[in-house]
Nanobody
Framework: QVQLVESGGGLVQAGGSLRLSCAAS????????MGWYRQAPGQQREFVAVITTDGKTNYADSVKGRFTISRENAKNTVYLQMDSLKPEDTAVYYC???????????WGQGTQVTVSS
């Protein structure tokens, strides 16, 4: 079993920055694709960014050029650096792990990000 714990959310003004963290309970990056998703009120959860087991990254068009996903293997932690934030980025952000062998999926509890205009 894998536990994922997000942190770093909060309230920020438009144009500001936040860095989200996702701490995994054990070293899983060699077998799990790690991702960030978000869900705004009344909307479906949507993909934000992903980092594969070999370090390749991909982003949703809405955040490309503003957000950066990275990981720190020694700390079993994935980050989402969010710059130039917009009010439409307001959502609960969730960390996700997908085991590429078993296809088991794990989710964190989410962290709220609110961007004021």
């Amino acid at each position: 079993q894998v536990q994922l714990v997000e942190s770093g959310g909060g309230l920020v003004q438009a144009g500001g920055s936040l860095r989200l963290s996702c701490a995994a309970s054990k070293n899983i990056f060699s077998t799990n694709r790690m991702g960030w998703y978000r869900q705004a009120p009344g909307q479906q959860r949507e993909f934000v960014a992903v980092i594969t087991t070999d370090g390749k990254t991909n982003y949703a068009d809405s955040v490309k050029g503003r957000f950066t996903i990275s990981r720190e293997n020694a700390k079993n932690t994935v980050y989402l650096q969010m710059d130039s934030l917009k009010p439409e980025d307001t959502a609960v952000y969730y960390c996700n792990a997908l085991n590429i062998g078993t296809i088991q999926i794990y989710w964190g509890q989410g962290t709220q990000v609110t961007v004021s205009s």
